[in-house]
């Protein structure tokens, strides 16, 4: 199964692990698409980033922040990834970055990359389809939606627990969807007709809203129990 970070060994039983999230348009300039205060940007593209570093077995070590909206908006910036880092009990992982000071652009846009480091002896157990149970926890949201429908989005401290599970795998779901991320997960290409949720599989799920889960089905009840109204069961026909 292929994540979307990039893992380099250090030693024969560390490897690094690096993902990356950005968003364009979304902020307080004039020309933004999506009008929303800086700190709620940097914090849902901390997110993103570092549930993938999570997700792949990786614990994060340091936040690189890349700034293209201003020198006045970096202090909102670091607020909104300080606020992720709290909810994962993390405040003291280093923050770093830049901010093109240069020249102004007409939208607002920034990149966020997380480190972290990763036990190589510690690997993912896909089962088979037989064999393994699905669900998506969260709900697909895109834009707007994700300030109005907060309720529906995955934290970030229920999806460290989730990571602490054995016998669980999760992919965090981005702008291609549900359905894209479960052929990855399965390594199948199978139609959208074969799959039954009562969530949309190809919506955009914008700033990992919501993950993709396969588990051992002696863990169902715990699942149902930790999520509650976030689990949305996947049966593949």
Aim: glycine share 8%; hydrophobic share 40%; with cysteine.
């Amino acid at each position: 199964m292929k994540r979307d970070i990039t893992e380099i060994p250090l030693n024969d039983k560390k490897s690094l692990v690096i993902a990356a999230d950005n968003s364009g348009g979304i902020g307080l300039k004039a020309h933004d698409i999506v009008q929303t205060p800086y700190e709620v940007v940097s914090y849902y593209g901390f997110r993103v980033a570092v549930m993938e570093c999570m997700a792949a077995g990786g614990t994060p070590l340091a936040v690189v922040l890349h700034n293209f909206s201003g020198d006045d908006v970096w202090p909102s910036l670091m607020k909104g990834i300080e606020r992720g880092l709290e909810e994962l009990g993390l405040a003291d992982i280093p923050i770093t970055g830049s901010t093109e000071s240069n020249f102004s652009l007409v939208q607002s846009a920034i990149g966020i990359i997380v480190m972290g480091k990763k036990d190589r002896l510690a690997h993912d157990t896909i089962l088979s389809v037989d064999n393994m149970k699905l669900a998506v926890i969260g709900s697909p949201l895109v834009g707007n939606e994700v300030l109005e429908r907060e309720h529906e989005v995955l934290s970030l401290s229920l999806f460290q627990e989730l990571c602490q599970l054995q016998d669980v795998v999760l992919l965090p779901v981005g702008s291609k969807g549900i359905l894209h991320e479960l052929r990855v997960l399965l390594n199948y290409e199978f139609p959208i007709h074969q799959i039954n949720c009562d969530v949309d599989l190809d919506k955009s799920s914008g700033p990992a809203t919501c993950c993709v889960v396969a588990y051992d089905s002696s863990l169902e009840q715990l699942l149902q129990n930790k999520c509650g109204h976030l689990f949305h069961q996947i049966l593949v026909k």
